[in-house]
């Protein structure tokens, strides 16, 4: 299969700014290319990972891959996709964000590969020594204004009532035309892959170039923006990110985040976040078909992905929260672990000292977890109250020291479903 056809069976192509049949002809001999990142938050999202497998993919295939990470467009903020103005970072918070999406990229690319490393640059590199008069003579030159304003980014922000676009704003695809432009006259870069938002920008560095260098080959290709079948997108600005750093999103929410695909999702999903071969993602499709309630396209998928963010230590972690929440052991759980599944469960918290030592049926009732203690009682005796998964057996029972995880929770649960989770302060 040749390899523009392999990334259209993975849902990675949306527009090539050539013909496909020449763009597939340029990706069979070893090219390099670009996507770049801004740094807009200190860590990635599920947004972003699929940029960040579409340039795995190509890094895979033999060709040579770059990150730009924009510690310089990330001052601006691309408009792109956007109906308001992005607020702007503190200098400091660009740095920290920078350093932060560096090591999210070092998870997923291979910068010591023995013959093919990834490249990662930061475009303030080339900026911070390029001054306003120099750049304008240089590059602004370069651009005209009917064709910037004629771009769909623009034109939705141009006719917005209310937060028009900034003269800023509209400077940022003059920005990344530049990019293009300078990775291809330094490193030999000769494609640029972004969303299918990028459109506008990618064009800019296609146009800017070719009025540089005339016979220079040089092309965009973007990637869809991946929505679920209900149209909800991926996205920081769709208010449901799933950030791939566990302080931000923690594995047991990114876990679960995959594991809850729709059906209609899971095989595309497949094909667009993980490395698995068509033969195995056939495999998983016939089971959906034939088996839709054992939901392994989406158990599967979640593996997959919280194994390539997380690790392999990320998802077994996952896994313990999962399983906690269907009454399995919470031996050698984590209290921060159990703390992940406090989003979905209702919680409280109480003092240590009203916890601990006192009858279980008290405590209940002191969370709020039970409405009495006569209701706490009847349930212990018909068999329907548990602690950190291990029924209570006896109405007169107490928390012993060792029972809350780490001595800082409690897992109560009644009956099969209904759980709380108990802090201790």
């Known amino acids: 299969m040749k390899f523009l056809d392999f990334l259209k069976s993975r849902h990675l192509v949306d527009a090539c700014t050539c013909d496909e049949a020449k763009m597939a002809a340029l990706l069979e001999k070893p090219l390099t290319v670009y996507v770049g990142f801004d740094p807009t938050a200190s860590c990635l999202q599920a947004g972003n990972y699929v940029a960040i497998q579409t340039l795995a993919q190509f890094q895979r295939a033999g060709h040579r891959v770059i990150a730009l990470v924009g510690g310089a467009t990330g001052m601006i903020g691309d408009p792109s996709g956007r109906s308001t103005e992005r607020n702007f970072l503190s200098v400091e918070q660009l740095r920290k964000n920078v350093e932060g999406i560096k090591e999210n990229l070092s998870r997923f690319l291979d910068f010591n590969h023995p013959t093919n490393p990834a490249l990662l640059l930061n475009n303030y590199e080339w900026y911070k020594d390029y001054t306003l008069l120099p750049f304008l003579r240089e590059v602004g030159t370069l651009f005209r204004m009917k064709p910037m304003l004629a771009k769909d980014s623009v034109q939705k922000r141009l006719n917005a009532e209310t937060n028009s676009m900034t003269f800023t704003e ?151 929260a999962s399983e906690a929440l269907f009454g399995g052991s919470l031996e050698g759980m984590t209290a921060a672990e159990l703390e992940a599944i406090a989003a979905d469960i209702p919680s409280a918290e109480l003092p240590a000292e009203s916890v601990v030592g006192q009858p279980i049926v008290d405590v209940a009732v002191a969370a709020g977890f039970l409405k009495s203690k006569g209701e706490a009682r009847r349930l212990v005796q018909g068999g329907g109250l548990s602690v950190n998964n291990v029924k209570v057996a006896d109405p007169a029972a107490t928390v012993a020291p060792e029972t809350p995880v780490e001595g800082k929770a409690l897992l109560l649960r009644q009956g099969k479903k209904s759980y709380f989770l108990l802090r201790l302060r």
């Open 170 to 320: 509209f400077c940022y695809q003059i920005l990344q035309g530049y990019d293009f432009y300078y990775l291809y006259k330094h490193y030999g870069c000769t494609l640029q892959v972004g969303g299918a938002d990028q459109w506008g920008n990618i064009t800019a560095g296609t146009d800017l170039i070719r009025r540089l260098e005339p016979e220079a080959e040089v092309n965009g290709l973007t990637i869809p923006l991946v929505c679920d079948a209900n149209g909800q997108k991926f996205g920081k600005s769709a208010g449901n990110a799933i950030f791939l750093n566990a302080d931000k999103t923690s594995v047991y929410a990114f876990y679960q985040f995959f594991l809850r695909t729709l059906d209609a999702d899971a095989i595309r999903y497949l094909r667009i976040f993980t490395f698995l071969d068509d033969a195995r993602i056939a495999e998983l499709a016939a089971s959906l078909r034939e088996h839709p309630e054992r939901r392994e396209p989406q158990r599967v998928l979640a593996e997959e992905l919280t194994r390539a963010v997380h690790g392999e230590a990320g998802l077994r972690a996952a896994q313990r």
